[in-house]
């Protein structure tokens, strides 16, 4: 088992950037693949990033990739979502997911292979 909690969220202009972190507790931060989500309203859950156990390796939704930045920090049990050149599209909840197993990477964007998600942190964009 483990628990994952999201900050950093906020109100955010167009163009402007924040960063989000997810803290996880529990068992081996290292022994789990990391993916970031959001949540519009009305909206189905979308993958934005993933990464590795061992952080080497990244993934991105096409609509964020050269502008969001996924990293961990196994030490410190925590991923992070740098997001910049923010869109008002963005807007949206951000849910850090968590799996007990290293993803294939054809299927890193499906939400159903993770097995642990953290409340969510809201992030909005305004124009």
């Known amino acids: 088992q483990v628990q994952l909690v999201e900050s950093g969220g906020g109100l955010v202009q167009a163009g402007g950037s924040l960063s989000l972190s997810c803290a996880a507790s529990g068992r081996t931060f290292s022994s789990y693949f990391m993916g970031w989500f959001r949540q519009a309203p009305g909206k189905e859950r979308e993958f934005v990033a993933a990464?590795?156990?061992?952080?080497?390796?990244?993934y991105y939704a096409d609509s964020v990739k050269g502008r969001f930045t996924i990293s961990r920090d196994n030490a410190k049990n925590t991923v992070y979502l740098q997001m910049k050149s923010l869109k008002p599209e963005d807007t949206a909840v951000y849910y850090c997911?968590?799996?007990?197993?290293?993803?294939?990477?054809?299927?890193?964007?499906?939400?159903?292979?993770?097995?642990?998600w953290g409340q969510g942190t809201q992030v909005t964009v305004s124009s």
């Open positions: 997911a968590a799996a007990y197993r290293n993803i294939q990477s054809n299927v890193v964007i499906t939400a159903t292979q993770y097995d642990y």
């Open positions: 990464i590795s156990r061992s952080g080497v390796t990244t």
